[in-house]
């Protein structure tokens, strides 16, 4: 078996947004490479980096669960807060066919003794309707004060073409 792991190419996509990369795109190239020697020497492999570009991250759900994990283990930031700069964001996305979103965190939020769940929800999500489209996706994270769980539903409207 690991001869035949050293053999396949390993594929990367690093999902970029504007914000993330505030320096210039020369820096951000000499990054990808530096990424992909150091993957290519570790893994004796040949290793891919792709960069994807996405018009709107707020239409997943998985890039929000890793969005918010990300934000709950490098900052000590609330929920509410990182609830509502995303609902702020919503009513841009609104007529692309979003119709709504619930976002649950759970685990020792804010370095509580005992875990508790808190889920913030805008707009209409209805997990009881078989004809609904609906995307989630859940993400872990782990803190020093445990390991905190992110899930997202978002509620597409029935109209939506694509």
Known sequence: ?????????????????????????????NEVQKMRSFLSN???TNTLIESVKIKSVYQSASLIAQDISFQLGNNPISFHFIFSQIVKDIPLIMPKGVEGIRICCSGRLGGAEIARTECGKYG???????????????????????????????????NKKG
Do not use: H, W
């Open 42 to 44: 570790r893994t004796n």
């Open 1 to 29: 078996i690991g001869k035949l792991i050293k053999g396949i190419e390993m594929m990367i996509e690093i999902i970029l947004r504007k914000r993330i990369i505030p320096y210039g795109y020369n820096s951000y190239l």
């Open 124 to 158: 209409k999500t209805s997990c009881n309707v078989f004809n609904q489209k609906i995307d989630y996706a859940l993400a872990e994270v782990s803190t020093r004060n445990g390991i905190s769980g992110v899930k997202v539903r978002i509620s597409y409207s029935q």
